[in-house]
């Protein structure tokens, strides 16, 4: 399999910028639904540490559902975490460690700041590769660049407007953010993300091409939160890195894309 759509540097580029990005107890059986958007004139204000919570040992657990493409309908489980808060310079950042059953990608800087969040590698320099992935004001149709992808693609980041978004956690009013990856070949692929204030990623659905055989094909995974704990993190057991799994990186979707 290869992609016909980026280069293998350029997909390791794009799997190490996205975040889902990514969040209260209980975990009812309901199927996730999202509203209608709402007002479009509504305006986001609010601390962006309200829409993605760094307090440490906070724990997120998602259900993956691959909704399109090879493997349609399968389940499989991924836990994020906060394990610290470090001091870079004059700066602070959250460490969020990740897990999807027994493959552990490298852990995720993030930066919050009142005006944005953004994510890094946490094992890249301090001024490596990054994304901002939340950006004030918030108000739907505001748009701006995402990560300078090599070899002629681009992203655009985009506010779609608010919503009620319900998963196997609850019901929240979230906010959509979209990714729009434009390929140099013409072709796009859009990642979609609902943000809840005071939770975080609620709901994900990531999408990508790839040509097996000659022909394109089509890819899309769902995460859903099932349920958001204080004081969870670490597991019981620890956060010893896994050995690496052949599937999860397999191909650019949640698993491979999500949080660098």
């Keep these: 399999m290869r992609s016909g759509k980026l280069s293998s540097s350029?997909?390791?580029?794009?799997?190490?910028?996205?975040?889902?990005?990514?969040?209260?107890?209980?975990?009812?059986a309901v199927s996730?639904?999202?509203?209608?958007?709402?007002?479009?004139?509504?305006?986001?204000?609010?601390?962006q540490s309200s829409w993605y919570p760094t307090e440490p040992g906070l724990r997120w657990d998602?259900?993956?559902?691959?909704?399109?493409?090879?493997?349609?309908?399968?389940?499989?489980?991924?836990?994020?975490?906060?394990?610290?808060?470090?001091?870079?310079g004059s700066a602070t950042c959250a460490v969020l460690q990740r897990r999807y059953g027994n493959f552990e990608p490298p852990p995720t800087r993030i930066w919050v700041t009142p005006d944005s969040v953004k994510l890094s590698r946490l094992n890249s320099p301090v001024n490596g590769p990054s994304i901002t992935i939340l950006r004030a004001p918030w108000q739907s149709g505001a748009s701006w660049p995402g990560r300078p992808l090599p070899d002629g693609h681009s992203e655009v980041i985009s506010v779609i407007g608010m919503r009620d978004t319900e998963v196997p956690a609850g019901r929240f009013e979230t906010w959509q953010v979209?990714?729009?990856?434009?390929?140099?070949?013409?072709?796009?692929?859009?990642l979609s993300y609902w943000y809840a204030a005071g939770v975080g990623c609620v709901r994900m659905i990531e999408r990508a091409t790839l040509y097996v055989g000659g022909k394109p094909v089509k890819l899309a995974t769902e995460a859903c939160l099932t349920r958001f704990q204080a004081k969870a993190w670490p597991p019981q057991g620890g956060t010893q890195p896994s050995p690496l799994q052949p599937s999860p990186l397999s191909r650019p979707s949640v698993e491979g894309s999500l949080l660098f």
């Design 32 to 47: 996730p639904v999202s509203g209608s958007l709402k007002p479009a004139n509504r305006l986001f204000t609010a601390s």
């Design 178 to 190: 979209d990714h729009l990856i434009r390929y140099a070949d013409g072709n796009s692929d859009v």
């Design 10 to 28: 350029s997909l390791t580029l794009l799997w190490c910028g996205l975040a889902f990005i990514f969040m209260a107890g209980g975990c009812r």
């Design 62 to 88: 998602y259900v993956l559902r691959d909704i399109e493409g090879t493997g349609t309908g399968q389940e499989r489980q991924m836990m994020f975490g906060i394990a610290e808060r470090q001091a870079v």
